[in-house]
């Protein structure tokens, strides 16, 4: 399929799909490849090099253009970056390999074979799952994307990337589907939606495909991948939602359905980080013949300890604060906020840890005070329930005429008090481990 056959109106999108479309011509495709690693200072040179020798200006923008999304995409890809190709957008919203591999997973314990991608994108979990050794029949309605996913499947001969709406998908010969709906506008400039009706397609047809799937009496095996902002009353009932985080930022929250979803549990977080990856659910053991479980309540707000907990995203997200402050034997320091403290030094993968040096009413004279007694001019500063910036706290402390002692600041409400909490972070040691 040429690339060159897209509907978007955008001129640069239209730009970019010509170029695509020369880079997959034989003669594109051998010069694509022939490129050193491309680096941000040798791209002019390179480029002009490369007209030298007389290749078409235009066919040597689109290498280059690739070569860079190559070099951005080792991010998220590895070393899988340097023989893909990508779209920009495309690369922006694919899902880390890693991630998709935990996906993958997913469908290939619960006895899935042959997978449905709908939205496939550039292909980035399809790649995941044919890797694990299931069929995958990549479908997206864009023709730019379907041409790159191509090229992405090609290692995989059983699995391929076809032209489609995702509501309309041909389901013969399938039994899982993983879906990505849009979440962004498409008009004007983007923006992030976070009504689950306004993706494309909303999360009611794909509540459908499920039932669909599972022959109308069940759910079948079907997993979606939302935004992390999503309200936890908008999500299906009898599914199980994970937010998952990397190395402290809320990437995706996850909605399985189905035999994809872990029994008994409707909530869960997964934090992934140097360590290894760690597992916290609104219940201890599942039991897919008991009933529905509980939330654990948040807990009473009280005074603040010895120690400071920062929850990461994805446990604040899926509402497990309760959770963590049971097994932290720790409360909160204001019913709106989501810090957490105890008298104890605890290490667990969910949460940043803190030893508190001092705390006082918010006040810039006697914040500036305090720092100039201890010293104290490199400041990491973080807020929590306050309209203060750290930039311009920064700017109107400016903190390195001090000295050179370090601490954390912490703009926070305590007991409804604007307050200031100075503290040292824990020594991290180790990584996470399943909880």
């Not at 039994?175 to 909303?202: C, F, K, N």
């Not at 990437?251 to 290894?276: K, M, N, Q, Y």
């Not at 009413?361 to 750290?390: Q, V």
Request: hydrophobic share 40%; aromatic share 4%; charged share 20%.
């Amino acid at each position: 399929m040429s690339p060159a056959a897209t509907t978007a109106s955008d001129p640069a999108e239209e730009a970019f799909a010509a170029g695509l479309a020369r880079v997959l011509d034989p003669a594109g495709w051998d010069l694509l490849q022939t490129l050193p690693p491309y680096t941000e200072a040798d791209a002019l040179a390179l480029g002009a090099t490369l007209r030298r020798a007389g290749h078409d200006p235009e066919l040597v923008a689109a290498v280059l253009t690739q070569a860079r999304l190559r070099a951005k995409g080792a991010e998220k890809f590895g070393e899988f970056a340097h023989s893909m190709l990508f779209t920009p957008r495309g690369l922006e919203q694919a899902t880390r390999l890693p991630v998709a591999a935990l996906h993958a997973r997913r469908f290939l314990d619960a006895g899935v074979s042959s997978l449905a991608d709908l939205g496939c994108g550039i292909g980035g979990d399809a790649m995941a799952a044919s890797a694990l050794g299931l069929a995958v029949t990549a479908v997206d309605r864009d023709p730019v994307t379907v041409a790159v996913a191509t090229v992405n499947l090609q290692p995989f001969p059983s699995s391929r990337a076809v032209l489609g709406e995702a509501e309309q998908a041909d389901l013969s010969g399938i039994d899982g589907i993983w879906m990505d709906p849009a979440r962004r506008t498409v008009r004007g400039p983007a923006r992030r939606l976070h009504d689950p009706e306004q993706y494309s397609p909303p999360l009611s047809a794909v509540t459908a495909l499920a039932r669909r799937l599972g022959g109308g009496e069940q759910d079948g095996p079907l997993g979606v991948k939302l935004g992390p902002g999503i309200d936890r009353d908008a999500l299906p009932p009898d599914t199980e939602t994970q937010w998952i985080s990397w190395h402290g930022h809320v990437l995706e929250a996850d909605c399985w359905f189905g035999p994809v979803r872990t029994p008994g549990v409707a909530h869960s977080a997964l934090v992934i980080g140097s360590g290894g990856a760690a597992l916290l659910r609104d219940v201890e053991e599942s039991d897919p013949t008991g009933p529905a479980p509980s939330p654990v309540p948040d807990p009473v707000p009280g005074p603040l300890g010895a120690h400071l907990y920062e929850p990461d995203g994805a446990v604040i997200r899926a509402g497990l604060i309760g959770r963590l402050a049971r097994d932290l034997d720790a409360h909160t320091i204001d019913p709106t906020i989501a810090y957490l403290t105890s008298d104890a030094a605890v290490s667990t993968p969910f949460a940043h840890g803190y030893a508190v040096r001092h705390v006082m009413p918010f006040s810039i004279k006697r914040l500036t005070a305090y720092l100039r007694e201890h010293r104290l001019g490199r400041l990491e500063i973080k807020k929590r329930g306050t309209a203060l910036e750290p930039e311009e706290l920064r700017r109107r402390l400016r903190p390195r005429r001090f000295g050179d002692e370090a601490a954390t600041l912490v703009l926070t409400r305590i007991a409804g008090e604007q307050s200031v909490i100075v503290a040292d972070p824990h020594a991290r040691e180790g990584g996470p481990s399943a909880a």
